[in-house]
């Protein structure tokens, strides 16, 4: 079949056209600016979701991972390293406190385990 004998049929694009609707800017999905703080907060739900603190979001089911906490955390220090001199007074204690909770929690949910 030679292309000038193909019918194409476009008044599919009208109608994509009129189903359009703007969505008025309050109602857009709010990103927030990606920062450190966010970024350690993001890290610190992850962990609290494998550690069973809070459901997870996906399932709505609450669920222990102590490897992915492990994880998690190990990573979360490995940042603390990295940037260590590097942080804002805020970011810094964000961190440790994060950090330090977290330790806290996790040593909990391993003896727990172990025992």
Do not use: C
């Amino acid at each position: 079949m030679e292309e000038k004998d193909k019918k194409v049929d476009e008044s599919w694009k009208d109608s994509v056209e009129k189903e359009k609707v703007e969505i008025p800017e309050e109602e857009k999905m709010h990103i927030p600016e990606a920062n450190f703080g966010f970024f350690i907060t993001t890290l610190g739900i992850q962990v609290a979701i494998a550690l069973g603190e809070i459901p997870n979001p996906i399932t709505n089911k609450t669920e222990e991972n102590i490897d992915q906490a492990k994880y998690l955390i190990d990573t979360l220090e490995m940042l603390q390293e990295k940037t260590k001199n590097n942080l804002s007074k805020e970011e810094d204690s964000l961190l440790s406190g994060i950090l330090y909770d977290f330790r806290l929690k996790f040593v909990q949910k391993k003896e727990r385990i172990n025992t």
